[in-house]
């Protein structure tokens, strides 16, 4: 899951360039919204997958 909201986060990335480009940055910003919260949904989840981990390591 955690390569999907990376993968979300380039596309959304290449889309705000490309509105930014095309219409300006009155319309654009919503596309970095969506940059912005697909990397903090990945930085959520690779947390949660590497607390699962030691957690499974330690045997709680």
Do not use: C, P
Not at 20 to 38: D, E, P, Q, R
């Amino acid at each position: 899951m955690e390569i999907v909201w990376l993968i979300v986060a380039g596309v959304s990335l290449g889309f705000f360039v490309h509105a930014m480009i095309n219409v300006g940055w009155h319309k654009a910003y919503v596309f970095l919204i969506f940059v912005g919260l697909s990397l903090l949904m990945y930085l959520w989840r690779r947390s949660l997958r590497k607390s699962e981990q030691e957690n499974d390591r330690t045997g709680f």
